[in-house]
């Protein structure tokens, strides 16, 4: 499954919004720290927002915040608010097209194929449902190393 730069770039985000003390920081810091563009965060961040997984903070000191603890925060919610939740194979039932559509009888039940992609699609997000940004960060901290960099890049 492919997933926009978006998706790894909010997850970042978001861990190094933990390691820093939660904020505020502005989009621009954030961007700046890894090298992206910061309209194109800027715009992951309003959707990490209307998720309610990070506040905007108004004026000269403010930025984003974590909304919540990274434990509450699952790789799932991060997927949804920045790819959304809608399936990820979409079933147009081509079973009944074309030769083999004009030579079958009208199909019964759910389409097979659609079924077992279902049923894959599921597992994947129940894998990221089981997933909190805390275990991240629990093996970033492995590495103080990794620590001090984000807190001297976003200081």
Not at 8 to 13: S, V
Not at 28 to 48: D, F, R, V
Not at 106 to 128: D, I, S
Request: aromatic residues 4%; contains cysteine.
């Amino acid at each position: 499954m492919r997933m926009a730069k978006g998706v790894e770039w909010a997850l970042h985000t978001l861990v190094n919004l933990d390691m820093i003390g939660g904020g505020p920081v502005g989009s621009g810091q954030l961007a700046e720290a890894h090298g992206l563009s910061a309209s194109y965060l800027n715009k992951q961040l309003q959707q990490l927002a209307r998720a309610g997984l990070v506040d905007s903070v108004p004026g000269p000191r403010g930025g984003f915040r974590l909304a919540r603890p990274l434990e509450a925060i699952s790789l799932l919610d991060v997927v949804d608010a920045i790819e959304g939740d809608a399936g990820a194979f979409q079933c147009t039932e081509i079973r009944c097209s074309g030769r083999i559509g004009e030579l079958s009888p009208p199909p019964t039940g759910v389409c097979a194929v659609n079924a077992a992609m279902r049923r894959a699609e599921q597992a994947w997000r129940q894998a990221l449902a089981a997933q909190s940004l805390s275990d991240i960060r629990t093996e970033l901290d492995r590495s103080p190393m990794v620590r001090q960099v984000v807190r001297t890049a976003l200081g």
